[in-house]
């Protein structure tokens, strides 16, 4: 398993856990406050840089 696609299931298992945060928005502000906006904003952003990290520059010319 090559480097980009072990960045791809890790950005995907990330962003997961970023969706299950949401379920629970209620509880995590009530007891942390603004940093569990702060904790999920992070997540996501990790979450979305590992699912792109594996894309290249250029993309492919059209047959």
Known sequence: MN?????FWIGNAVL???MVMLFFMGQLS???GIWAA????????????????DKSGEPPTPD
């Open 30 to 32: 009530e007891a942390m």
């Open 38 to 53: 702060v904790l999920w904003m992070a997540l996501a952003a990790v979450g979305v840089g590992l699912v792109m990290s």
């Open 16 to 18: 997961t856990l970023a």
């Open 3 to 7: 480097t980009g696609k072990r960045n």
